[in-house]
């Protein structure tokens, strides 16, 4: 079974640039995050999706952030314009409800790091 | 009150040996603990969950200990090898009703010498 894909791997910019993330989920899998960790902390949550629904984009920063997941199963992070503290490394992660219809495992893509110039 | 704190930041442990990660907790209606592992350049693996209604879980050499009344819970690597040398995040969630939002701590940077 194929893992979370995350493209592109590294993605270098100046600041007030814009740049997406991209990410495919596993397989059946309809709730979809993008987390940020920043350099020696732990990911923080950006964004989850139920299918195409953002149910939990508080931490989302909208002024710059958006994001989107048309048909309920890839996705998009787009930053418009980029800033310095923005350089981080974007998680997207995937699961499937678990059998109490509360959420099974995460299961992490292996990221795109961020450097902004 | 929805922080996760972890300690140490950083471990070194002699191959054979035991390595403790620590994590405490204030909401007290997170319900969900799991530990995750990162190596390098990868995204956090799950590696072991418990839930408060235990206050131990064990698969092979890695071990959960929960205490709930003290909001604390602990990883313990057995028989620790240089392959486990990663960075382990623990984490809480409150599972069903916020969708298994996770809120991770700062992260254990674990070296494991030969």
């Known amino acids: 079974e194929a893992g979370v894909v995350q493209s592109p791997r590294y993605k270098i910019i100046e600041k007030k640039q814009p740049v997406a993330f991209w990410c495919n989920p596993i397989?059946?899998?309809?709730?979809l995050y993008w987390y940020r960790q920043n350099l020696g902390q732990g990911p923080e949550l950006l964004i989850r999706y139920e299918n195409e629904e953002a149910v939990d984009d508080s931490q989302l920063p909208k002024d710059r952030f958006s994001a989107e997941r048309l048909k309920g199963v890839d996705s998009t992070l787009k930053i418009q314009p980029a800033e310095l503290g923005d350089s981080a490394v974007y998680l997207c992660?995937?699961?499937?409800?678990?059998?109490?219809?509360?959420?099974?495992?995460?299961?992490f893509g292996p990221g795109t790091r961020l450097t902004v110039l | 009150q929805q922080q996760v704190k972890q300690s140490p930041q950083s471990l070194i442990v002699q191959k054979g040996g035991i390595s403790i990660i620590n994590c405490a907790y204030e909401?007290?209606?997170?319900?969900?603990f799991p530990w995750y592992q990162q190596f390098p350049g990868k995204g956090p693996a799950l590696l072991i969950a418990?839930?408060?209604?235990?206050s131990e879980k064990k698969e092979g050499r890695f071990t959960i200990s929960f205490n709930k009344s003290a909001k604390q819970f602990s990883l313990h690597i057995m028989d620790s090898q240089p392959g486990d040398s990663a960075t382990y995040f623990c984490a809480a969630s409150i599972e069903y009703n916020q969708g298994g939002k996770l809120i991770f701590g700062q992260g254990t940077e674990l070296s494991v010498k030969p």
């Open positions: 909401n007290t209606a997170f319900d969900y």
């Open positions: 418990i839930r408060p209604d235990v």
């Open positions: 397989s059946g899998h309809n709730t």
């Open positions: 992660a995937s699961s499937w409800p678990g059998p109490s219809g509360g959420t099974d495992t995460q299961y």
